[in-house]
């Protein structure tokens, strides 16, 4: 019998290492002759540079160079827009270094290179700038009035895109509904924050001509293309190694102005040359995401069933758009849910502000579109007296109706087309894990009866993963038995080497330990693009399993020669081929991996080699001198995966703090490579999502200062405040890759803000409390029990 | 997020402090044990000439039982006086406020003179010593001097110790008999600064059914820890009743004007107070009656 090993709790082959405190960092690596850098940043939402005087930091004691827009070479071109949309008619990017203007706090101005970073942080105090203040834009309703002062005076609009999607007939719905209920819906602004910010070292070797990039980026391959692209070299001449690292949560896949600049500086000076960025930085330099204001409108029939979707709302992009519109794309495109909504209209403005800029942070635009469509929900159930799981049954895809398109197009440019999923029977199992009835029925009764403040929720999600373009990979038996596997792909934390082993150990039938997975080296595989958007196990998964599988069949091509048997009658197990029936004649795999490259082997102690006579070239025509294979999956379009979430929270009306008293989540994203893998990433979600329910919210005045750049200020939830999270597992098959996999990264991310909210409004209907916005606060909460009480 | 540059002094003994103090004054910051300073100093908002570091000065360390009360040396950590069982044993609330003080390795570094000396209005170990009417031991190289609690904290990050003074020592009264106290706060997470906190010592008459005095002491509604004075007038002579409570945490909303800020706006820190003043009082009478001495 095979192995399984594709599906078994296999514990995380990155642990021992990083657990023990051996993990590599950037910041752990250090070069001789390193110089550190600092950034001079903008203390102003938006102003125009006059003049720079760096003259007083360029003479300072261990002060290499300071560098102001006109110093920084090739750098001096615009930041790229790298995912342009037809819709955004009105794209800006930065300069790596402002050049008349500054449009957000912690714009970079100029750059000081020191013998060490607490002198370059010196002499940052040295530079003069002269500026000249302009009205800042913060407010997103104000920017899009006609009168409101503009972050980009040339483009003469703060509305950076402008989208429309229409599906069915919205307004005959609307008009012939029995039923419309409206909602002004809010999420506040937020951003991921990585345990390890952001950080570059970069070295220019003369002994063989290249640039050495260490870089915490999600998106190696993109970097080094676009470093060789701006500095003119080939790109075998740019090596870029994003090693472990700590986080990503798509704030580190960007081409940010650091990521030109310190390889910039470590070629202009050869020298090698580090910036870390420190939790400050972090806060007002790597991208944010969330605040969207949503006035949207659901129509229903007598019976709860949804006639038609009709949702309008303001996008907060931040002071430029390198990263497109994606995120409010996504927001659109997954607002219906798990639900059938025949007839949709949703639009959308993206709108420019003097804060930080906006792409896609864990979730991505999908709990906003969540928190409006569940809110949604939730109000149709109130209004119509009915149970709140029960109006969500009423009005999902049925099992048989996919492939289901929602009828727009989605992020990767594809249809919105749901591939599978059985959302009535994901939902059945949630009920069934809380006990829903008797919960509703008994025991909310009876602890609302001791005057406590008890309540419970629902919430229901998909999520598009797995998205194109393409990733690939190599995979090598070695003729020592080991296994190679290299990616495009970098890892920051996902267990990318535990499962992407789990698949070529089934394939192969190896044990796991023997598969050794390099990633986020592009000297070790140069297509792809990045781990982003819930797609590496499905995208890279992919690829790896397809590279295995060509492996597994050149082997047993290979092992049918040499016993001159048909290929069919050969069994894998056990690492070895053999054949049916005598398990005797076969080979290891480290036996085949020598039989393809009859090379010396001095070592090799089971030697599978043996002399023979000569038959012409040592390889015959068509044989290569290894196992390997590398093979590419480009999805046709994202794989859906789904979930629901229930909770029971108690408040406090007297304080406004809440505690879950349990947390449900039922989850399907395909066939399960590791579930304690996936349950790892839905805690991590969840426990994010509780952050953007109660906790995290950036907070920016009318000036556009951030208020709490800090952790002291910006509350992450910690250990303390996350319940204990219990999982059931749903597995839909994708149909649409070789594994029937789909991602999870992202999943619990997404429904805690609905969750929440209607968890806490059923425990506090004595006081007929509304919740619209999130994050909650226990300011917050006790504010609307006051007004509406 | 480096420190401006500055001089590191690393002295063994209190006279050599004490000297180095007198010599550097407003030039010289005191490292205790770094759990407030060294952000600032990362952040550069202060920015010291020297910095004299005193966990080598082993003599401002320990916890010792006297005047009827427990002396802590400021160097000791507040981790040793979670676990000192003299403490558990002869003040309670202490014992009950510090775990709230941060997580438990802010706390392992964390000082009772360093939080002492830096008067946080929101930090738990100010708001304790007020409650319990406790004193602060000043030290300079012109001499010691013994500061009451009430006038030790001026204003947010500011008490009455001069530039050349360290907090040597820092005092907490015993509870008298028949008293009990309780130590209550809410904060957006475990282990943040309270958004409202508050303690409270609760003295029972002979009886046990009236109020002989009460002490109520709030952090984080002022810029320094603050005692609720109309409130604790009332309680004296109170009946042991729901409705006592009650009244003084209306009491307490009309005396306390908090600030807002970020995370709390100040009619939630008005409300909360009163609350938690109805809770607290509640809580520390329970305990005076239960002979619990807490």
Redesign the interface.
Known sequence: MPTRIFGERIKRAEDPRLLTGRGRFVDDIDLPGQLHVAFLRSPHAHARVRAIDASAARAMEGVVAVWTYTDIGPCQRRMPLLIPHPDLTHPYTRFALARDEVNHVGEPVAMVIAES??LA??ALEAIAVDWEELPPVVDIEAAVRPDAPLVHEELGTNVAAHYVGIVGDPDRAFASAAHVFRERLVIERSASMPIEPRAILATWDDTDGVLRVWDTTQAPIVIRNALAALFGLAPTQVHVVAPDVGGGFGGKIMVYPEEVLVPYAALALRRPVKWTE???EHFVGTNHERLQIHDAEIAVDSEGRILGVRDRFLHDAGAYTPYGIIVPIITACQLPGPYKVPNYHVEFRAVYSNTVPVSPYRGAGRPHACFVMERLMDRVADELGLDRAEVRQRNFIQPDEFPYDVGLIFQDGAPTRYDSGNYPAMLDRLLQEMDYHRLVSEELPRLRAEGRYVGLGIACYVEGTGIGPYEGAHVRVEPTGHVYVATGMPQQGQAHQTVLAQIVAEELQVPVETVHVIEGDTAHFEFGSGTYASRSAVVAGSAVALAARSVREQGLRLAAEELEVDPADLLVEDGRVFVRGTPERGFTWAQLAQLANPLRYAYAGDLAVRPRPWSGPALPQGRQPALEATEYYSPPHATWASGAVGAVIEVDP????LQFHRLWVVHDCGKVINPMVVEGQIHGGIAQGIGGAF?ERL?YDENGQL??ASF??F?I??A??IPRIEVAHLETPSPLNPLGVKGVGEAGAIPLPALVAAAVEDALRPFQVHVTRMPL???EL??LIHTEA | MKPARFVYHAPTTLDATLQLLAELNVDAKLLAGGQSLIPMLNMRLVRPGHLIDLQHVSELAGIHERDGGVAIGAMTRQRQVERSPLVAERIPLLAEAIRHVGHLPIRTRGTIGGSIAHADPAAELPGVLLALDGTVRLASARGERTVAARDFFVDILTTAAEPDELVREVWFPSLPPRSGSAWLEVARRHGDYALVGVGAVVTLADDGQAVAAARLCFISVAGRPVQATQAEAALRGAPVTPATWREAGALVREELDPPADLHASAHYRRHVAGVLAERVLELAARRAQEGAGR
């Open positions: 970073r607490y942080e010196d420190d939790r400050f007297a304080t406004g703090l906790y907070h208020l709490n002291m200020d509350l939830p910690t303390m405040e606060s226990p300011d006790l504010r």
